[in-house]
């Protein structure tokens, strides 16, 4: 469990206490809205990590979930 603080298309940054190193690779399951299933990815390699802080690219996400991203980054931007 953590807790993003960058998000985009393709992928992360996040900050966790798990024990993760440079190239591990990851499913995510992000909670986007507490009135939505999370948004899962199926596959992010660590790209970059250090202690609690590490950044992930997104490899393999099915296609709806590609498009909830799309719409929730845009409904982001609208807010800014």
């Known amino acids: 469990m953590g807790m993003v603080l ?3 298309k393709g992928g992360c940054q996040m900050e966790c206490l798990a024990d993760i190193t ?6 995510l399951h992000l909670t986007l809205s507490l009135d939505e299933a999370p948004l ?6 660590v790209r970059r990590c250090n202690e609690q802080l590490f950044s ?11 498009a909830r991203l799309k719409l929730y980054l845009s409904s982001l931007e609208k807010k800014v």
Not at 22 to 27: E, G, I, K, P, S
Not at 40 to 45: E, Q
């Open 6 to 8: 960058n998000l985009s």
């Open 22 to 27: 440079n190239h591990d690779v990851l499913t």
């Open 40 to 45: 899962t990815i199926d596959a992010a390699r």
């Open 56 to 66: 992930v690219a997104f490899l393999v996400m099915d296609m709806k979930e590609q």
